[in-house]
């Protein structure tokens, strides 16, 4: 038996969302998608008042680097998920990229040790890499 794929998708822009999930559809996965950090966190099953191990119920998470704080260059919903899932990331389990528009945002991400990829390239880079 296969296991399905699956994606979560944290995309301010609505069309940003239908359109990777539209990639990611014709490449096998199951999509869902959220368009702020709460959302993202709810997909996930997680409450942030707990202290619970959090298991992932994605194959790979995409997201706004910024999510919910559209241009400002704040890391800091991105490394919310991180968090959680950086464990699974380190063994293999899970994939995790961040996107921006802004190069200043892409260094932040990329000093934090975050995979991410501007907008600009998003759509090829998914073809390429998932």
Known sequence: MTEHLSVLLGMHH???ATDLG???ERK???VTSASTIDEML???GIQESTSETYV???HVYVMDANLGN???NNLDPALQIY???EKEMNEGKVKFLTITATDELIDKAQRAGLTCVSKR???DYIRKNF
């Open 56 to 58: 992932s119920a994605f």
């Open 14 to 16: 609505p069309d940003y």
């Open 121 to 123: 390239n998003i759509f």
């Open 70 to 72: 559209r241009g400002v």
């Open 22 to 24: 539209r990639i990611f």
């Open 83 to 85: 968090r959680h899932i």
């Open 42 to 44: 709810e997909r996930m």
């Open 28 to 30: 096998g996965y199951d």
